[in-house]
């Protein structure tokens, strides 16, 4: 399956899921975790299956044939040990009289019991929803292109509803954001490039962060994910923290995720230890209890001028990403614009901050990035190991006029935007060929897009002129449109030396009209006028000779 198939599934797949809300009662927050939950059940058996070939084909034959499977041998490759009827197939041929919701209430119960490492993760609340409604969302993952699908595919499925419900104000309903924009993180992940050692987020929400990571080192690393790196992460809300533990576990990817409150616990005690701290905490937190003996002792605030006196938590943030840090870690994450000029008591934390020369880049983004709020916002970027050339320097980058436009109300960073930064970035760091590399692949993305377009009006063309030259239509002669769409197809996919300038020619030729088409759809509007004119005064007449 392609990247162009996946995402048209994704796009499918929600669509089909939110049909279904659009029709009940449900809210985007009440229906999160049940759709979640039933996704990853859906993994949970996919991967059974490919485990269960995978055993069988290698479990040797003995006197008294092969013996039965293990549950280690199942853990061995990846899966759980499914019971019977947890298995996603069992609940979507369930009989219409049996209970629906206890089924799937009784499945994530048999799996939490045995694996008491899932234990409250998983949701068991289906008797909320109506009964038709679940049968019909079970049908919605049981298609044949969804169970044919592998791990990193419900991965990006699991990451795509996570965002969608996110961007329907399911975090907004619940109190709190649980998502971070994919492009924010992923501008973070390529500014830090963490591909080794220990991976903290102490505001971890849905886990995004880590899954992004995971990306990265899939894409850098000769290396699985679990052996380059150890993932931490601390989260506040409950909810938040079960959406992050199936998040890892359907990414495959082993962490420590313990729901506590940052500003009052180091659970992990990870004091300078972290080779990279990633994080998108909230903003402008008020009412910390600045008197507790936590705060007043907190290792990881500076002596002296750490506790800040305005009723705001930014800045302590800042020092616990500061003070995760081992002597050569970097950290990237979200802050309020405001937090990067504050004064009085958080300026002096800032200014002592910038004293110790790990304060590396700031970049300042434009407002719409988040899907529930438009306030703009700032990225931080840390590196206590950077260069001497760069120690007395801090890159910043005014990213407010650099976005994409996905809809009137949110932002992104599209795929190019992103390599620039990124080449910003390793320029600032001593690479003097980054911003040519980038120039070359920004090019060849051009010239790939420019030909994927070309091949689907191609595609088009040749339907059109399968319909054009059907041989029973007599009302209109399309021979000149024909000969027209004829010469447009001699048009030759760029070539991979094409510049910029030959992929931006093709633009008018994406946005012209067919004129020959166009006048003779024009003509048969009219016709079509005409024809209904004359059809209303011949009934008129009838109408008429029928009174007489």
Same mark, same amino acid.
């Given at each position: 399956?392609?990247?162009?198939?996946?995402?048209?599934?994704?796009?499918?797949?929600?669509?089909?899921?939110?049909?279904?809300?659009?029709?009940? !009662?449900?809210?985007? +927050?009440?229906?999160?975790?049940?759709?979640?939950?039933?996704?990853?059940?859906?993994?949970?058996?996919?991967? $059974?299956?490919?485990?269960?070939?995978?055993?069988?084909?290698?479990?040797?034959?003995?006197?008294? @044939?092969?013996?039965?499977?293990?549950?280690?041998?199942?853990?061995? #490759? @990846?899966?759980?040990? %499914?019971?019977?009827?947890? *298995? $996603?197939?069992?609940?979507?041929?369930?009989?219409?009289?049996?209970?629906?919701?206890?089924?799937?209430?009784?499945? /994530?119960?048999?799996?939490?019991?045995?694996?008491?490492?899932?234990?409250?993760?998983?949701?068991?609340?289906?008797?909320?929803?109506?009964?038709?409604?679940?049968?019909?969302?079970?049908?919605?993952?049981?298609?044949?292109?969804?169970?044919?699908?592998? &791990?990193?595919?419900?991965?990006?499925?699991?990451?795509?509803?996570?965002?969608?419900?996110?961007?329907? @104000?399911?975090? #907004?309903?619940? &109190?709190?954001?649980?998502?971070?924009?994919?492009?924010?993180?992923?501008?973070?992940?390529?500014?830090?490039?963490?591909d080794r050692g220990i991976i903290h987020d102490p505001a971890c929400g849905s886990g995004g962060m880590f899954v992004q990571t995971g990306d990265f080192i899939k894409s850098h690393r000769n290396q699985s994910i679990n052996e380059a790196i150890t993932c931490y992460g601390t989260e506040l809300k409950s909810n938040n923290t079960r959406l992050a533990k199936m998040n890892l576990a359907i990414h495959g990817i082993e962490g420590k995720i313990i729901e506590s409150n940052s500003?009052?616990?180091?659970?992990?005690?990870?004091?300078?230890?972290?080779?990279?701290?990633?994080?998108?905490?909230?903003?402008?937190?008020?009412?910390?209890?600045?008197?507790?003996?936590?705060?007043?002792?907190?290792?990881?605030?500076?002596?002296?001028?750490?506790?800040?006196?305005?009723?705001?938590?930014?800045?302590?943030?800042?020092?616990?990403?500061?003070?995760?840090?081992?002597?050569?870690?970097?950290? @990237?994450?979200?802050?309020?614009?405001?937090?990067?000029?504050?004064?009085?008591?958080?300026?002096?934390?800032?200014?002592?901050?910038?004293?110790?020369?790990?304060?590396?880049?700031?970049?300042?983004?434009?407002?719409?990035?988040?899907?529930?709020?438009? *306030?703009?916002?700032?990225?931080?970027?840390?590196? !206590?190991?950077?260069?001497?050339?760069?120690?007395?320097?801090?890159?910043?980058?005014?990213?407010?006029?650099?976005?994409?436009?996905?809809?009137?109300?949110?932002?992104?960073?599209? +795929?190019?935007?992103?390599?620039?930064?990124?080449?910003?970035?390793?320029?600032?760091? &001593?690479?003097?060929?980054?911003?040519?590399?980038?120039? %070359?692949?920004?090019?060849?993305?051009?010239?790939?897009?420019?030909?994927?377009?070309?091949?689907?009006?191609? /595609?088009?063309?040749?339907?059109?002129?399968?319909?054009?030259?059907?041989?029973?239509?007599?009302?209109?002669?399309?021979?000149?449109?024909?000969?027209?769409?004829?010469?447009?197809?001699?048009?030759? !996919?760029?070539?991979?030396?094409?510049?910029?300038?030959?992929?931006? #020619?093709?633009?008018?030729?994406?946005?012209?009209?067919?004129?020959? %088409?166009?006048?003779?759809?024009?003509?048969?509007?009219?016709? %079509?006028?005409?024809?209904?004119?004359? /059809?209303?005064?011949?009934?008129? !007449?009838?109408?008429?000779?029928?009174?007489?």
């Open positions: 399956m392609n990247q162009k198939q996946i995402k048209q599934l994704e796009a499918n797949l929600w669509d089909s899921a939110d049909n279904l809300r659009a029709n009940s !009662k449900l809210t985007a +927050a009440e229906y999160k975790d049940p759709v979640l939950g039933l996704i990853l059940l859906r993994y949970a058996q996919n991967r $059974y299956e490919r485990a269960k070939q995978d055993i069988e084909a290698n479990t040797p034959d003995s006197p008294r @044939g092969k013996r039965a499977p293990t549950e280690a041998d199942y853990l061995a #490759a @990846g899966a759980m040990m %499914l019971p019977e009827k947890s *298995l $996603y197939d069992y609940l979507a041929n369930l009989p219409e009289a049996d209970d629906i919701s206890e089924a799937v209430n009784t499945a /994530m119960r048999l799996i939490e019991e045995k694996y008491p490492d899932l234990t409250g993760i998983l949701p068991r609340n289906y008797q909320e929803l109506d009964a038709t409604l679940l049968r019909d969302l079970i049908r919605v993952f049981n298609e044949d292109a969804v169970k044919n699908l592998t &791990g990193d595919v419900f991965g990006r499925i699991y990451e795509y509803f996570l965002m969608k419900f996110s961007m329907s @104000g399911a975090g #907004a309903q619940e &109190g709190g954001e649980f998502f971070t924009p994919p492009s924010l993180v992923q501008l973070i992940v390529n500014l830090i490039q963490p500003f009052y616990s180091d659970p992990h005690n990870l004091l300078g230890k972290c080779d990279f701290v990633m994080a998108n905490p909230p903003f402008n937190v008020n009412k910390v209890d600045k008197k507790s003996d936590f705060v007043k002792n907190d290792q990881r605030l500076f002596d002296e001028v750490g506790i800040p006196k305005a009723d705001n938590g930014n800045y302590l943030w800042i020092q616990y990403f500061y003070h995760y840090l081992n002597p050569q870690g970097r950290a @990237g994450f979200v802050m309020a614009s405001s937090a990067t000029d504050a004064g009085n008591s958080e300026k002096a934390i800032r200014t002592k901050l910038i004293e110790t020369g790990a304060v590396d880049c700031i970049v300042a983004v434009a407002n719409n990035f988040f899907y529930t709020r438009s *306030l703009p916002c700032h990225l931080w970027f840390l590196d !206590k190991g950077k260069s001497e050339q760069n120690k007395d320097k801090i890159l910043m980058i005014d990213a407010r006029n650099t976005f994409r436009k996905v809809n009137t109300t949110i932002n992104d960073f599209s +795929a190019g935007q992103l390599r620039n930064f990124s080449a910003i970035m390793q320029a600032y760091r &001593g690479d003097t060929n980054a911003i040519k590399q980038a120039n %070359l692949a920004n090019q060849k993305a051009s010239i790939q897009q420019a030909g994927e377009i070309l091949a689907e009006i191609e /595609m088009l063309e040749n339907q059109l002129l399968i319909a054009l030259a059907d041989p029973n239509n007599k009302t209109l002669d399309f021979r000149t449109v024909i000969t027209e769409l004829k010469q447009q197809a001699k048009v030759l !996919k760029p070539a991979e030396t094409a510049s910029y300038a030959d992929c931006e #020619a093709l633009v008018s030729f994406f946005e012209k009209p067919f004129s020959a %088409l166009s006048e003779q759809i024009e003509r048969y509007k009219t016709t %079509l006028a005409a024809d209904k004119a004359a /059809m209303q005064t011949a009934e008129k !007449k009838s109408k008429k000779k029928d009174i007489a």
